[in-house]
């Protein structure tokens, strides 16, 4: 597997939520010819992921691991619940959905 490219909280020096942390991505990104339009964040956490991205404009996939229990887990309560474009519940999900595309 071949990634674009990789930037972590190291390389950043921030962590998420911090818009920072989301500023630097579409930015690096705008650099390499990915256009903020074309970008699909995908995460578990709504405060730390999915708040963000929709701060900043960018579409979500939500992959909601906790489906079957209540509550947030260990992370924060997001307030409103942010806006998600795609959900599902594994990454074993996501990649099956993108499969099944690709053949049509």
């Known amino acids: 597997m071949e990634f674009d490219a990789i930037y972590t909280a190291e390389d950043i020096g921030s962590y ?3 818009s920072r942390n989301f500023d630097y991505m579409i930015e690096k990104l705008g650099e390499i010819g990915v256009k903020k339009e074309r970008i699909l964040h995908t995460a578990e956490s709504m405060f730390h992921d999915h708040k963000p991205a929709n ?8 992959i909601y691991r906790r489906h079957a229990q209540q509550g947030f887990g260990a992370t ?3 307030g409103q619940m942010p806006h998600v474009d795609f959900r599902f519940n594994s990454m074993h999900d996501l990649v099956k959905a993108h499969q099944e595309q690709l053949v049509k």
């Not at 900043?56 to 939500?62: I, N, V, Y």
């Open 16 to 18: 998420k939520p911090s």
């Open 55 to 62: 701060e900043h404009g960018l579409k979500s996939c939500w």
């Open 76 to 78: 924060m309560k997001p």
